[in-house]
Structure formats: structure tokens, C-alpha cells
């Protein structure tokens, strides 16, 4: 007997596959293969956080409003313009399930984050992949590959896994050429570690036209991957769509109550931003001067792209990396094989992966 088929297309879907937790036989482990900050959360969350833990027993706001409040004093907007989601993942999905129908097409670029292929296809519609530039977003390409079916571009910026970043006068362009009935979706997932104001221009663009939205998550800078926040900035009319078909209850309470305390510790991001620059720099200069190249990056990360050289590829570097318990990123299932990303890590994790890899790359 067999259980019954799901629709038609559910079984092509190539399941998320998340980073390596483990090292086996390795005493200390560094975890840097999920952009995860070394830095936590603020305390304050925290504290948020175990005082929500008292009264488990009652349902959480189902409008999220301390938290969506919170994000609007912080960021200058209207919070009726937005919708939280348990991770940014949650409210990617809704867009795509409600905007998206069989026979529609969603753009997403060649080595863009893999959830919006995996909702897009959920959705019953059809990927539409653009190659990218040297691990740059193409808008020119994205434009190209627009057709009457396109409902949907999706642009992360700064990129995962690249950590390339879209300038806003491009993002002006695409959104400019993009027929008024496609959503132009920015994952601005690691916009706090960029040091531009683009960030602002590109919350004025949702602000200025109907058919731009911006998600965001408290997963990245605000170290609560664990707790799973996210939200959208979007039109109202959109925002109205996605609250139809949304659990009532999705995000939990110790969520709304963290969330809503750490971003009104904007002190404690701006700590955690510095950290991640200084090492940024460094990181990427000490494994260029190893003869690594390295895709120059805004976020937390960076993509390392291995020798093709037997011996020196990214499987056996994450091997050996892997062995002296540095867990970093193979990106295969991005189209990088010969590429790992590393997460910006505390001091003593990035030191111990440039020192590992020096001594990979035979360098020591
Ligand atoms: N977008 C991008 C580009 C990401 O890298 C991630 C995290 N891997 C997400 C969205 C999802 O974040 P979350 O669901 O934790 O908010």
C-alpha cells in the first residue's frame, strides 16, 4: 500500500541541507559554517526572553505588535507596513505561496540562497536561474531573463553565499525595469554588517512603490537564530495578502518579547558590527596572502575558493579543516564545489582557521 502522491512537482525538490554541526573525535569545536555571530545575543534579550518563559501557558500575540512596533520606532517606519515570521525563511515562503501559481516564473540568481528555489518550486511554479558575475549579481542578465510569466526576482544583498553586495543604483535599475506586476524581494539578511546607508534607500524603495518588499531576520547580527525571527517590509496590500494565509499563531512568545528588546539595543549591533569588520579585513587578507582567493565580502562570511589542484580542492580542505574542528561551509549545492564559506568567527576561531589553512595550502 501506498501513502498518497503530493502535488505534482513536491518530489523535485532537492530538501535544505543545513551546515555541519560536528567534528568527530575533535575536543574543541568551531561552529563557523552557519553565519551564527561569536558574540550572542544582547543580554537584555535574554532577560526578555526568560521573563516571557513565566506564563507559557498563554497563546502569544498573534499580531506581534510589541515586536513589530519595536522594529518600527528603531528603523523609522510604520509598523502596519510589516510582518514578523518565525525566520526571515517563514515569510519568503508565504510571498511565494500566495503571489506564485503554476505556470508563473520566479528569478533567482546562480549562486542565490537556496530556500527561494525550494518555495518557488513548493508554490508549483518554475525557477528561472541567472548566471552572476564573478559571484556578482547580473541586473542587466535579471532584466534579460524577465518574461510575461516572471511574478517574482529575488535579490539577496549582501549575497549567501557570496557576501557580494548589490549596489543601491542597481537595485534603482532593476526595480525600474521590472514590469509593476513581478515583487522585487531584497533579503537584506546581513544588512546590519554593511557599512553603507543603502539600507535606507532600499526601505524608501518598498516605501515608494507597491510591488517591493524587504525581509530581514533577527537570525544574523542579533545572534537569535534559535529563537526564529524574521519580518517583511512591504505595501500594505501586500502585507494584508500574507496575513490571511499566515499561522495565527506564528510567532512564539519568548520571540516577540526577545526580538522586540534586542533591537532596541542598538548599542550591543553596533558592537558586533565592528568585531565582524576587523576580522572581515583581516581574514580576507591573511588567506589571500596564502594564495587563497577570496570573494571580497560585505556580510559575515566569506567564500574561500580553493586551488584546482588535486590535493588542494575545497572537499579536502574541509576535510582537514574539519579535523583540527573548524566547521565551514561546503557550498557544492550552490554551484561552488571548489569554494567553502567561513563565518566570521571570535579572534581565536579566525586565527586558527587562517593558521589551519596556511598549513593546508603548505604555506606554514
Ligand atoms: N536569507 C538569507 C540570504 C540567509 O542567509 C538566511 C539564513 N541562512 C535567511 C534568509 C533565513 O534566515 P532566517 O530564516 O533565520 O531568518
Given at each position: 500500500l501506498q501513502s498518497p502522491a503530493p502535488r505534482?512537482?513536491?518530489?523535485?525538490i532537492a530538501a535544505y541541507v543545513p551546515g555541519k554541526e560536528h567534528a568527530p573525535g575533535v575536543a574543541k569545536v568551531y561552529k563557523?559554517?552557519?553565519?551564527?555571530?561569536?558574540?550572542?545575543?544582547?543580554p537584555k534579550a535574554i532577560e526578555a526572553f526568560q521573563k516571557a518563559a513565566?506564563?507559557?501557558e498563554r497563546y502569544p500575540d498573534g499580531q506581534a505588535v510589541e515586536l513589530r512596533e519595536a522594529i518600527a520606532s528603531v528603523h523609522g517606519l510604520?509598523?502596519?507596513?510589516l510582518i514578523c515570521g518565525n525566520g526571515s525563511d517563514e515569510l519568503l515562503g508565504l510571498l511565494c505561496h500566495v503571489y506564485l501559481a503554476p505556470g508563473d516564473e520566479g528569478i533567482i540568481t546562480e549562486?542565490?540562497?537556496?530556500v527561494y528555489k525550494i518555495q518557488i518550486m513548493a508554490s508549483g511554479a518554475t525557477p528561472v536561474v541567472v548566471k552572476e558575475k564573478d559571484c556578482r549579481v547580473d541586473v542587466d542578465a535579471i532584466l534579460a531573463a524577465?518574461?510575461?510569466?516572471?511574478?517574482m526576482v529575488f535579490i539577496a544583498n549582501p549575497g549567501n553565499p557570496t557576501g557580494t553586495y548589490v549596489p543601491v543604483e542597481d537595485i534603482r535599475r532593476l526595480q525600474a525595469g521590472l514590469p509593476k506586476n513581478v515583487i522585487l524581494v531584497?533579503?537584506?539578511?546581513?544588512?546590519?554588517?554593511?557599512?553603507?546607508?543603502?539600507y535606507e534607500a532600499g526601505l524608501e524603495l518598498v516605501s515608494s512603490n507597491r510591488n517591493v518588499v524587504m525581509t530581514r531576520t533577527f537570525?544574523?547580527?542579533?545572534?537569535l537564530a534559535g529563537l526564529r525571527i524574521g519580518w517583511m517590509y512591504a505595501p500594505l496590500a501586500i502585507i494584508d495578502a500574507l496575513n490571511r494565509v499566515?499561522?495565527?499563531?506564528?510567532?512564539?512568545a519568548p520571540a516577540i518579547a526577545a526580538g522586540a528588546a534586542a533591537v532596541r539595543d542598538q548599542a550591543f549591533i553596533a558592537t558586533a558590527a565592528d568585531h565582524n569588520l576587523e576580522w572581515l579585513g583581516k581574514v580576507t587578507g591573511a588567506l589571500s596572502s596564502i594564495g587563497l582567493k577570496v570573494t571580497p565580502s560585505v556580510a559575515n562570511f566569506v567564500l574561500i575558493h580553493f586551488p584546482n589542484v588535486d590535493g588542494k580542492r575545497a572537499p579536502e580542505a574541509d576535510e582537514f579543516l574539519t579535523s583540527r574542528g573548524f566547521i565551514l561551509r561546503a557550498v557544492r549545492a550552490y554551484g561552488l564545489p571548489n569554494a567553502l564559506r567561513m563565518t566570521i568567527g571570535s579572534a581565536e576561531a579566525n586565527e586558527g582557521v587562517v593558521a589551519a589553512l596556511t598549513e593546508f595550502m603548505g604555506r606554514a
Amino acid at each position: 500500500l501506498q501513502s498518497p502522491a503530493p502535488r505534482p512537482g513536491i518530489l523535485d525538490i532537492a530538501a535544505y541541507v543545513p551546515g555541519k554541526e560536528h567534528a568527530p573525535g575533535v575536543a574543541k569545536v568551531y561552529k563557523l559554517s552557519s553565519n551564527e555571530t561569536p558574540l550572542g545575543a544582547s543580554p537584555k534579550a535574554i532577560e526578555a526572553f526568560q521573563k516571557a518563559a513565566a506564563s507559557l501557558e498563554r497563546y502569544p500575540d498573534g499580531q506581534a505588535v510589541e515586536l513589530r512596533e519595536a522594529i518600527a520606532s528603531v528603523h523609522g517606519l510604520n509598523a502596519a507596513n510589516l510582518i514578523c515570521g518565525n525566520g526571515s525563511d517563514e515569510l519568503l515562503g508565504l510571498l511565494c505561496h500566495v503571489y506564485l501559481a503554476p505556470g508563473d516564473e520566479g528569478i533567482i540568481t546562480e549562486h542565490g540562497f537556496l530556500v527561494y528555489k525550494i518555495q518557488i518550486m513548493a508554490s508549483g511554479a518554475t525557477p528561472v536561474v541567472v548566471k552572476e558575475k564573478d559571484c556578482r549579481v547580473d541586473v542587466d542578465a535579471i532584466l534579460a531573463a524577465v518574461t510575461a510569466k516572471t511574478k517574482m526576482v529575488f535579490i539577496a544583498n549582501p549575497g549567501n553565499p557570496t557576501g557580494t553586495y548589490v549596489p543601491v543604483e542597481d537595485i534603482r535599475r532593476l526595480q525600474a525595469g521590472l514590469p509593476k506586476n513581478v515583487i522585487l524581494v531584497l533579503d537584506a539578511a546581513y544588512a546590519e554588517y554593511v557599512r553603507r546607508n543603502d539600507y535606507e534607500a532600499g526601505l524608501e524603495l518598498v516605501s515608494s512603490n507597491r510591488n517591493v518588499v524587504m525581509t530581514r531576520t533577527f537570525s544574523k547580527i542579533y545572534g537569535l537564530a534559535g529563537l526564529r525571527i524574521g519580518w517583511m517590509y512591504a505595501p500594505l496590500a501586500i502585507i494584508d495578502a500574507l496575513n490571511r494565509v499566515r499561522g495565527p499563531f506564528n510567532m512564539n512568545a519568548p520571540a516577540i518579547a526577545a526580538g522586540a528588546a534586542a533591537v532596541r539595543d542598538q548599542a550591543f549591533i553596533a558592537t558586533a558590527a565592528d568585531h565582524n569588520l576587523e576580522w572581515l579585513g583581516k581574514v580576507t587578507g591573511a588567506l589571500s596572502s596564502i594564495g587563497l582567493k577570496v570573494t571580497p565580502s560585505v556580510a559575515n562570511f566569506v567564500l574561500i575558493h580553493f586551488p584546482n589542484v588535486d590535493g588542494k580542492r575545497a572537499p579536502e580542505a574541509d576535510e582537514f579543516l574539519t579535523s583540527r574542528g573548524f566547521i565551514l561551509r561546503a557550498v557544492r549545492a550552490y554551484g561552488l564545489p571548489n569554494a567553502l564559506r567561513m563565518t566570521i568567527g571570535s579572534a581565536e576561531a579566525n586565527e586558527g582557521v587562517v593558521a589551519a589553512l596556511t598549513e593546508f595550502m603548505g604555506r606554514a
